[in-house]
């Protein structure tokens, strides 16, 4: 069974980093795509970054130079590097992965950041 767990989040001043995680287990995370989204209180889901197995990256437009994805593929952790965050930056971050040959795409539970000013 394809899982995914996050974990990083919390409590920052504005200004300030986190660093999230994504575990991935049941799937051949070697050859997967991973994306972080995240939900702000009272708005959609955004996308927020992606990397592909070979590592190639994706940003969303209000992250892209602030935050950076890696992957470990020894590990089969994914991590968000988040800098210079801001209030708006608040929400719960969620990864994600459609695994080879799927079409359903797997969630994580989510980890909360909350970005104070």
């Known amino acids: 069974q394809v899982q995914l767990v996050e974990s990083g989040g919390g409590l920052v001043q504005a200004g300030g980093s986190l660093r999230l995680s994504c575990s991935v287990s049941?799937?051949?995370?070697?050859?997967?795509?991973i994306s972080w989204a995240r939900r702000a209180p009272g708005k959609l889901r955004e996308f927020v970054a992606s990397?592909?197995?070979?590592?190639?990256?994706n940003y969303g437009i209000d992250v892209k130079g602030r935050f950076t994805i890696s992957r470990d593929n020894a590990k089969n952790t994914v991590f968000l590097q988040m800098n210079s965050l801001k209030p708006e930056d608040t929400g719960v971050y969620y990864c994600?992965?459609?695994?080879?040959?799927?079409?359903?795409?797997?969630w994580g539970q989510g980890t909360q950041v909350t970005v104070s000013s």
């Open positions: 990397i592909t197995s070979g590592g190639i990256t």
């Open positions: 049941g799937t051949d995370f070697s050859i997967s795509a």
């Open positions: 994600n992965t459609v695994p080879p040959g799927s079409r359903r795409a797997y």
